[in-house]
């Protein structure tokens, strides 16, 4: 695995639980060789996981819309910075560039991205891993509600195991490295 695609908000979050994640992401990226791919800016989480990857010697690959974010400030110390027209073209050449996706906690943005891949992932475009970053159990509730969503008959129960769950970043980069696509009757096993 060469690089991971990091979705997170552009925010930093109420609670410094979450800065303190998106540095450990940054050092297990890095500490397993693994170059970062994400949205280019140089504010919130995303930021501060391209801070840390760049000061651990690894790239960080950054691709934005052009002019489409006030708040999105783009980095400007990247190893490549690609500006693309849509938000569609963003998130279809951070796919193309990734070999994995991580989600962080995030806005909306971050969970329109999430349920794409895993869209993808469940249609067969793709079979990369997908890994949830559960900080202070922030995907709890989405988890319950896909659960939900496979008790109710609207989703494939094997389907939950298209995502790894962790609260823990240097544990989920090791569990995505070992991945394995979703078997039946596979479910993710964490919940904190």
């Known amino acids: 695995m060469r690089r991971i695609c990091v979705f997170s908000g552009s925010n930093p979050g109420n609670h410094s639980d979450y800065e303190d994640a998106a540095l450990r ?12 791919v994400y949205g280019g800016a140089s ?21 934005m819309p052009t002019g489409l974010f006030r708040g999105e400030i783009a980095h ?10 849509t938000m569609h073209e963003r998130k279809q050449l951070m796919a193309d560039l990734s070999d994995a996706f991580i989600r962080m906690p995030g806005g909306l943005g971050t969970y329109e991205e999430l349920f794409e891949a895993a869209c993808w992932s469940q249609i ?5 891993p997908i890994g949830l970053l559960n900080v202070r159990g922030f995907y709890n509730p989405l988890i319950a509600m896909l659960e939900h969503t496979a008790k109710e008959g609207f989703m494939r129960e094997e389907n939950l195991g298209l995502l790894v769950v962790e609260s823990d970043p240097a544990l989920l980069v090791e569990r995505l490295l070992r991945y394995v696509p979703v078997e039946q009757g596979k479910k993710w096993v964490e919940l904190k």
């Open 25 to 36: 992401l940054g050092e297990a990226l890095a500490v397993h060789g693994i170059d970062l």
């Open 43 to 63: 504010v919130g989480l995303m930021g501060r996981v391209a801070d840390k990857v760049l000061s651990m010697g690894r790239q960080a690959i950054g691709v």
């Open 76 to 85: 400007t110390g990247l190893s490549e910075f690609h500006e693309v027209k």
């Open 124 to 128: 067969g475009i793709h079979k990369k």
